[in-house]
């Protein structure tokens, strides 16, 4: 499957404990995107990261959540402290170099805050 | 802040039928994707437009931009049940990567 990978599809936490979306990009592509859906709301950017760098994230909530995408390994979209508000869809995209407004994205993570 | 709206926000039509969805904005965009999104998955790229005028046809989809890069339309002939599903637009805009998404048009197509 050369498409994106995200995991875990679902996943289920407390108050307070923390959550860690992993999203592997296409094959070939070095540019991430996280997006989040809110209920009844439509897709939001929230970074953008490249190799060990984050290049934008003007849409990424100032606190509790922080976004990497190391050197080795898939990107990772942590929330510390979740509280229900963050309950969503989270969506990981990606694009190549010389296509890089064409992002293709992966089937999401249903966070549930309970 | 670039917004993009989208019209109708929802449509339910019968077999056979044609319809357009617009995604219109008052900001420029540098390139514009339409995707189609099925419940609890992600959105799949149909198309990308890049250049003012600009038509595609994807099987009976057609998509044009607008030729001011500001709005777009998405065309569908003869709608099949297979065609129901949420089509959304998005539009990035001069250097940035990211996208901007329209609010989505939910298509019902009634056999």
């Known amino acids: 499957n050369a498409g994106v990978m995200q995991n875990p599809r679902h996943l289920v936490r407390r108050r307070g404990q923390e959550a860690r979306l992993r999203c592997s990009p296409m094959k070939g592509h070095s540019h991430v995107y996280w997006y989040r859906q809110l209920p009844e709301e439509g897709l939001k950017f929230m970074v953008y990261l490249q190799k060990e760098n984050i290049i934008d994230e003007s849409g990424m909530p100032k606190e509790r959540f922080s976004a990497e995408f190391p050197k080795e390994g898939p990107s990772i979209l942590r929330i510390q402290q979740v509280v229900r508000g963050d309950s969503a869809a989270y969506f990981c995209?990606?694009?190549?170099?010389?296509?890089?407004?064409?992002?293709?994205f992966g089937p999401g993570t249903r966070l549930t805050v309970t | 802040t670039q917004l993009l709206e989208q019209s109708p926000q929802f449509l339910s039509i019968q077999e056979g039928e044609n319809l357009t969805v617009y995604c219109n904005s008052s900001?420029?965009?540098?390139?514009l994707q339409w995707y189609r999104q099925e419940p609890g998955e992600g959105p799949v790229l149909l198309v990308t437009v890049v250049t003012g005028g600009e038509v595609k046809k994807l099987k009976r989809l057609t998509f044009q931009f607008g030729d001011a890069r500001k709005d777009s339309s998405l065309h569908i002939t003869a709608a099949q049940p297979g065609d129901t599903g949420l089509y959304l637009c998005?539009?990035?805009?001069?250097?940035?990567?990211?996208?901007?998404f329209g609010s989505g048009t939910q298509l019902t197509v009634l056999p």
């Open positions: 995209a990606s694009s190549s170099d010389t296509r890089s407004y064409e992002q293709y």
């Open positions: 900001s420029v965009f540098s390139s």
């Open positions: 998005a539009g990035a805009g001069g250097s940035a990567r990211q996208l901007t």
